[in-house]
Antibody
Framework: EVQLVESGGGLVQPGRSLRLSCAAS????????MHWVRQAPGKGLEWVSG????????GYADSVKGRFTISRDNAKNSLYLQMNSLRAEDTALYYC??????????????WGRGTLVTVSS | EIVMTQSPATLSVSPGERATLSCRAS??????LAWYQQKPGQAPRLLIY???TRATGIPARFSGSGSGTEFTLTISSLQSEDFAVYYC??????????FGGGTKVEIK
């Protein structure tokens, strides 16, 4: 089955760190770029970060630049998001999404169910 | 950064009626525009890419049009399962990828 499964979310205090993971299956992971997209409670979609198939091209939203780091392990069919210096405004459901291209410049044709990150003291 | 603006924020439509959703880009995105549907408690689902191409398995009642800065998603005859929030996304220039604020299609 073609799917993406996120994990690693939870309750964390402001200023602390968290690492999200996304396990891909059912498709050739290293043929495609991948992204993280988040959705704050009751709000719209916000793109967070994207990475090309070979990690050669990486981008971040201004709101997370310098605090979040995206990475992938093609041998493990996995995508990661290291989130440091977390803030209350980072509270959201974080989705992993597959790009239709290998360069991270396409649309998102497969989404996971998301993992919830809550930043609160 | 390209800003995507969707209108209206909420659209009240009766089942069987036509719904027309708009999306405007702050600068040209050519035809690099996608539409997604999101139902409560679910992940977004790709409906349309390339401004007008339906994704696999999407019913023909969904159609997209436009290019440059003005785009439209039309649902020709609303079914009960179509009541949801719809987002447009530009992928012409990244980073960042940008989404519109969404249009909620609700039952009238």
């Amino acid at each position: 089955e073609v799917q993406l499964v996120e994990s690693g979310g939870g309750l964390v205090q402001p200023g602390r760190s968290l690492r999200l993971s996304c396990a891909a299956s059912g498709f050739t992971f290293d043929d495609y770029a991948m992204h993280w997209v988040r959705q704050a409670p009751g709000k719209g979609l916000e793109w967070v970060s994207g990475i090309s198939w070979n990690s050669g091209s990486i981008g971040y939203a201004d709101s997370v630049k310098g605090r979040f780091t995206i990475s992938r392990d093609n041998a493990k069919n996995s995508l990661y998001l290291q989130m440091n210096s977390l803030r209350a405004e980072d509270t959201a459901l974080y989705y992993c999404a597959k790009d239709m291209s290998d360069s991270a410049s396409g649309y998102f044709d497969l989404w996971g169910r998301g993992t919830l990150v809550t930043v609160s003291s | 950064e390209i800003v995507m603006t969707q209108s209206p924020a909420t659209l009240s439509v009766s089942p069987g009626e036509r719904a027309t959703l708009s999306c405007r880009a702050s600068q040209s995105v050519s035809s690099n525009l996608a539409w997604y549907q999101q139902k409560p408690g679910q992940a977004p689902r790709l409906l349309i890419y390339g401004a007008s191409t339906r994704a696999t398995g999407i019913p023909a009642r969904f159609s997209g049009s436009g290019s440059g800065t003005e785009f439209t998603l039309t649902i020709s005859s609303l079914q009960s399962e179509d009541f949801a929030v719809y987002y447009c996304q530009q992928y012409n220039n990244w980073p960042p990828h940008t989404f519109g604020g969404g249009t909620k299609v609700e039952i009238k």
